[in-house]
């Protein structure tokens, strides 16, 4: 078997210092990484050995900058020195924050969760890591589907190579496990994964239906890829359809108008984004949306005291139809 004999290792072991302690905030004197090297790696090395090491690093693009400083000695005379060195880091920590926040929220099991943060912590460095130690910990169970990588891998393959799918779709029970919807096997073209909520979705038809529909895919077990070529949808933009439904419900979309009390425009803003209109008439905020009909129910609900529908009339009726049956809740 063959070993890397020990002073070729100094290379590889600045750089994993430069790697753990250093940053932009942090930098480290030739003097320092020679200490380091002396601790974690049981090695002894001069100041030209380290400045040698560093001087190929830099020249093999590791990212590795430093400061040149000019000195002069007692009899007048200048030399320049190579010190404060530190590694350019491809995710900066509030970059490195915003990805392991996003992995929290995201319905990933327990586990698998914990195995990818400290991942995303290896990019950085010991300091990084002390600045997590307050983190609010809000993993999803272990419950979660442990299929949903393998899914993800199986369904990101599919759409590559445009080939339909076969699952099984279901839904948690009272015991908290998943349970299979029906017997048959759900078989659909994949088009695209999607993001909404914290919750994972497959945008996709199946044979039956021209209309897109999703499927949450932590929902989703038992995928397979077949070898039926899957049905092709160009006229899709996924863009427009997730922001016509603030919620994943099917279905075509239709023009909406609303009463909106100004402290919840950016509410609605951060749902519908640019595609809802505004208009002022007679001091009174008015709004129009083009949206999935059954999501926007549901939103509308969720700010029922701010929102009231105008039109469409049968979405107007619904509205008032629900708001008394929860009334009714309250006061039997």
Request: charged content about 30%; overall charge positive; aromatic content about 12%.
């Amino acid at each position: 078997m063959y070993t890397i004999p020990p002073k070729k290792m100094i290379t590889i072991n600045i750089l994993n210092i430069l790697r753990k302690y250093s940053d932009m905030d942090h930098r480290l004197t030739g003097q320092e990484i020679m200490e380091y090297l002396k601790k974690d790696y049981y090695m002894d090395v001069d100041r030209k050995t380290v400045k040698r090491n560093l001087m190929n690093l830099t020249e093999l693009d590791y990212g590795i900058d430093y400061e040149e400083i000019t000195r002069t000695d007692a009899k007048g005379r200048e030399s320049s020195i190579c010190t404060n060195w530190y590694i350019q880091r491809e995710f900066d920590d509030s970059e490195l924050r915003f990805l392991i926040d996003s992995l929290l929220f995201a319905r990933v099991p327990s586990s698998q969760c914990r195995k990818l943060i400290e991942k995303l912590k290896g990019l950085s460095n010991i300091y990084f890591e002390k600045k997590l130690s307050h983190i609010y910990t809000n993993m999803a169970a272990e419950s979660v589907n442990k299929e949903l990588f393998y899914t993800v891998d199986v369904l990101s393959e599919a759409i590559e190579k445009k080939k339909k799918v076969s699952f099984v779709y279901n839904a948690y029970g009272r015991d908290k496990k998943l349970h299979p919807r029906r017997e048959k096997l759900y078989v659909v073209s994949p088009y695209a994964m999607v993001a909404l909520n914290g919750r994972y979705y497959l945008l996709c038809t199946s044979d039956n239906y021209d209309t897109v529909g999703n499927y949450r895919i932590d929902r989703i077990t038992g995928i397979t890829m077949l070898n039926e070529k899957a049905k092709s949808n160009e006229k899709l933009n996924i863009s427009e359809y997730m922001a016509e439904r603030p919620y994943m419900f099917t279905g075509k979309s239709e023009r909406i108008r609303i009463k909106i009390d100004e402290r919840v425009v950016d509410q609605a803003v951060d749902w519908f984004g640019d595609k809802i209109k505004f208009e002022q008439s007679s001091g009174e905020t008015f709004a129009e949306v083009y949206a999935n009909r059954e999501a926007f129910f549901h939103w509308a609900l969720q700010y029922g005291l701010w929102v009231e529908v105008l039109a469409p009339a049968d979405l107007r009726n619904k509205m008032v139809s629900a708001i008394e049956r929860m009334r009714a809740k309250y006061t039997a």
